[in-house]
């Protein structure tokens, strides 16, 4: 296929070729892979600055996304991609394959500098979806870290972070100049520009930007080396329309809840003390209700009980609807494909299982797909596969939950997307998704959410 960049496209392919530490933050669907490989291209065979180019991304992007792109696009089919996943045999192998760029997971990081050390071969190092180096007390930050200055090009590329995801940048932008913008420190970082947030104790969970002007001036420090695109400016996509399905199920079944979720809460304030919460116990008992919620329950041994079939009959009319269309669900728990995959074997559904299941989906071939917010998340293009979207089980993590989403609705999709929300009235899942749709941040919205039913229960059981 011709490639005929757009104006941001062929800005954000110049920023990089420019500047040897760049930041794209780029919203979902403008295209930042196929801008980076231009890139690549040019560095690698024009100007001959770049001899091998390390790509590192989510499991699921490097097995297939860089490669895939570069055999898309008729300016990039010469561009030789070696794939460095499966055993340590196999990513050795790999390794050992002379091609221009080296795709691996993030998690084989540590393995990675532990394999080539002070002799590393990388003049130019891609960080895909650099989020997931945002922890600068993570294994991978740590290791990659100690090659950097091996590296003479760096690149990261991620999405448009929200005002109190800003505090995630610091490991980032570490990554392109070694903190020479933000602080050698992140602990000097955190305390100019940010206010702690939800904690427990000396740990705090989150921090808020400290004022109006926050914003302003970190985009300000990092403004020469860093651009930022919203996809709202720039692409004309065709509509999205989100839609709630409220699934109601018997009356005997709501007072099931009701006792589910006091039992759960005395358990909670049983193992907290002095009834403080921890963010661990509040997804405990949250991932609890949200099984109750899709309709089936874990038990100790990891074997569940099946509730109610709610949710199993709303996605059957969204089914039935479609009418032979392609359908994406998301769910959240192995118990839902369990039973989705039961209940309607006629749809052939099929999990979400690599580089061959995306192609299959994307050339038609499946009805029904099945994937875990997670799994297909960051960088994978689905668009042309379908325009209906479930989320059978719903998430608190606004970023999974925007990244999924976007998955159908982005550059290339010709259809109006339509994503479904399947929510049980009475129960956790309304919480979730007014935290999801007032784009709440995910450990306050969390946080609160447990807390409100931990006063519902106190309120229904005067004795406590």
Same mark, same amino acid.
């Given at each position: 296929m011709q490639y005929t960049a757009h104006k941001y496209q062929d800005r954000a392919t110049r920023h990089i070729i420019e500047?040897?530490?760049?930041?794209?933050?780029?919203?979902?669907?403008?295209?930042?892979t196929v801008a980076t490989l231009t890139a690549i291209d040019e560095l690698v065979y024009q100007r001959l600055e770049v001899g091998k180019v390390l790509v590192v991304a989510p499991k699921r992007v490097t097995e297939s996304t860089w490669s895939d792109e570069v055999e898309k696009?008729? #300016?990039?089919? #010469?561009l030789r991609v070696s794939v460095v996943l499966g055993t340590a045999k196999k990513r050795k192998a790999a390794l050992r394959e002379d091609a221009d760029i080296y795709a691996i997971n993030r998690e084989n990081i540590p393995w990675l500098v532990g394999e080539y050390g002070l002799d590393w071969p990388f003049d130019m190092v891609v960080i895909d979806?650099?989020?997931?180096?945002?922890?600068?007390?993570?294994? /991978?930050? @740590?290791?990659? /870290?100690?090659?950097?200055?091996?590296?003479? /090009?760096?690149? =990261?590329?991620?999405?448009?972070?929200?005002?109190? @995801?800003?505090?995630?940048?610091w490991a980032q932008l570490y990554i392109l100049d070694q903190g020479e913008r933000l602080g050698s420190h992140i602990t000097k970082f955190r305390n100019q520009y940010f206010n702690p947030g939800h904690g427990s104790g000396h740990v705090v969970y989150e921090y808020k930007v400290k004022d109006k002007n926050t914003e302003g001036a970190i985009s300000g420090k990092i403004a020469d080396i860093c651009i930022s695109?919203?996809?709202a400016d720039y692409l004309d996509l065709p509509e999205r329309i989100n839609q709630t399905v409220e699934v109601t199920v018997p009356p005997d079944v709501l007072e099931r809840y009701k006792e589910f979720k006091k039992e759960k809460v005395l358990e909670l304030l049983e193992e907290s003390d002095d009834e403080v919460i921890t963010a661990a116990n509040a997804a405990a008992l949250s991932n609890k209700l949200l099984q109750f919620a899709n309709g089936a329950v874990y038990k100790e041994d990891k074997s569940y009980t099946? =509730? #109610?079939?709610?949710?199993?009959?709303?996605?059957g009319d969204i089914l039935e609807a479609a009418n032979g269309r392609p359908v994406l669900c998301f769910y959240n728990f192995k118990s839902d494909v369990s039973r989705i995959t039961e209940r309607f074997s006629k749809y052939a559904p099929e999990l979400i299982a690599g580089k061959e299941s995306l192609r299959r989906w994307n050339d038609g071939k499946i009805q029904l797909l099945l994937a875990h917010p997670k799994s297909a998340g960051h960088g994978l293009n689905m668009q042309k596969g379908g325009n209906i979207a479930v989320f059978y089980g719903l998430t608190w993590s606004l970023e999974e939950y925007q990244q999924a989403g976007a998955r159908l609705h982005r550059q290339g999709q010709t259809c109006v997307v339509t994503v479904y929300h399947l929510a049980t009235l009475g129960t956790i899942d309304k919480k979730v998704l007014n935290a999801l749709e007032g784009k709440a941040s995910t450990q306050d919205a969390l946080m609160d959410a447990v807390k409100a039913i931990v006063d519902e229960v106190k309120q229904e059981t005067p004795a406590l």
């Open positions: 500047n040897p530490a760049a930041g794209l933050f780029l919203e979902m669907g403008l295209g930042k696009w008729d #300016h990039l089919k #010469h979806e650099s989020t997931s180096f945002k922890n600068s007390q993570s294994a /991978r930050f @740590k290791n990659l /870290r100690k090659v950097l200055p091996l590296s003479t /090009r760096k690149v =990261i590329l991620t999405g448009t972070p929200a005002p109190n @995801k800003l505090v995630d940048l695109m919203k996809s099946e =509730i #109610h079939d709610g949710k199993l009959d709303a996605l």
